[in-house]
């Protein structure tokens, strides 16, 4: 089967993920063109990552209407995955589509409708369930390893998460919450590794650090704490809090389209999420999970341990490292360490590389994504689940 032609919806950092894939791996697939409400954004990314021969399409119709398109790439906002997926999907043409799937239980509904009907493949893009040391970690559940699984603990800590408190992801209205736009593939993580059905949520969460301060200004470049905050962003230098070589370009780009400072107070903007939380998620099969997320953190991992009735199993994502204890085994014999950094050679554990691979892979051959729409939608109700015992005190009754 010859290389597929790609469309990219929205210049974004994820989609660096499937530009550089791309050209790493042309035989998987080329990028025809990309399209983004902000043109130069689009011209900037297909530049960086060196697709010369690539268009920037002037609307999203162009984009799905390609006929040089097989597949396209939704890397949008959060709240704007329905419409390019449902367009590409009734064009025929085959859709990955970042997590989360959507942030709307209503919104999961009509883009399900869409992919039952359409003949082409939806791929859900919940990277984590192809991390090296998660995928590890549930093939040892599968296996037995543990017996029965009985309980989960799942935490992560993201130091570069602050940045959500001047970006889009700080707003319900475009992510949906730091429970979906951030803790929707750490809940699918949960679902996938509990094997049952999410039948009650428990959340506790806090605006505990990033709160308004009467000192501060309303962006970086005109505070008068600058010399002295540890989070001022200084819009002059191209490295600052740059995590990746186009952070800024892309950012000093929005601005100029939108007006909108780029170095918005981390503390003053305005915001209607948190910045730590824990969830409890109880299943029907007789599995707890516990979920702990932190943008208040000295370091960014993702840690889970698994408990069984014949087993323990302790996972730590950035390390690379799985370890295995055997209930009963003699103390010299455990635990068993299992290093997985030789995999780990794209971004989130060196799940980005191995999750594409898995859509072109499913285009191809017709093999059953890896995520489905249903598993995005659980784990959208289970996020949502969470914000709302946030904000009543009580646990949520799922049907």
């Given amino acids: 089967m010859k290389p597929m032609g790609v469309a990219v919806v929205g210049a974004s950092m994820r989609s660096s993920m499937v530009l550089k894939y791309l050209k790493d791996h042309p035989e998987n697939g080329h ?18 990552y060196g697709h010369s021969d690539a268009r920037v399409y002037d609307s999203l119709e162009q984009a799905v209407g390609d006929p040089d398109v097989d597949a396209v790439c939704v890397c949008t906002s959060d709240g704007e995955h329905v419409k390019p997926s449902v367009a590409a999907l009734a064009a025929g043409k085959h859709v990955f589509c970042e997590k989360p799937m959507t942030i709307t239980l209503e919104d999961a509904d009509e883009l399900i409708a869409a992919a039952q009907k359409s003949r082409a ?26 017996g029965r699984l009985l309980a989960i603990e799942s935490n992560e800590h993201y130091f570069g998460g602050r940045t959500y408190f001047r970006r889009w992801n700080r707003l319900r209205q475009y992510g949906g919450g730091l429970w979906i736009t951030k803790a929707c593939h750490d809940f699918d993580l949960l679902n996938w590794f509990a094997g049952g059905k999410a039948k009650r949520v428990f959340g506790v969460s806090s605006l505990s650090h990033y709160k308004p301060n009467p000192k501060a200004g309303t962006h970086c470049r005109v505070c008068g704490l600058k010399n002295e905050c540890p989070d001022y962003f200084d819009v002059s230098d191209p490295k600052a809090l740059s995590w990746s070589p186009e952070n800024e370009v892309l950012g000093r780009l929005t601005e100029e389209a939108t007006g909108v400072p780029r170095d918005i107070c981390l503390y003053n903007s305005d915001k209607d999420t948190f910045d730590n939380g824990i969830a409890i998620v109880e299943y ?3 599995v707890r999970a516990t979920y702990t997320v ?7 991992t993702r840690q889970m341990r698994l408990t069984g009735t014949d087993g323990f199993i302790e996972g730590d994502l950035h390390a690379g490292i799985v370890k295995y204890w055997k209930r009963y085994a ?10 997985l950094n030789e995999k780990m050679h794209s971004g989130h554990g060196g799940a980005d590389d191995n999750l594409l691979y898995d859509f072109f892979e499913c285009c191809r051959t017709g093999k059953k994504p890896r995520s489905s729409w249903m598993d995005g939608r659980a784990s959208v109700q289970v996020g949502l689940a969470a914000r709302e015992s946030c904000d009543t005190g009580n646990p949520v009754i799922l049907g």
């Fill in 284 to 286: 029907d099969n007789d």
């Fill in 121 to 146: 493949v939806f791929y859900l893009g919940m990277n984590l369930r192809h991390a090296p040391v998660f995928d590890q970690m549930h093939k040892m559940v599968q296996e037995g390893k543990i």
């Fill in 31 to 48: 990028i025809e063109g990309i399209y983004d409400i902000i043109p130069a954004r689009g011209e900037y990314m297909l530049k960086q």
């Fill in 330 to 339: 003699k103390e010299g014999d455990w635990p068993e360490v299992i290093d």
């Fill in 294 to 300: 932190s943008v208040v953190a000295s370091m960014s």
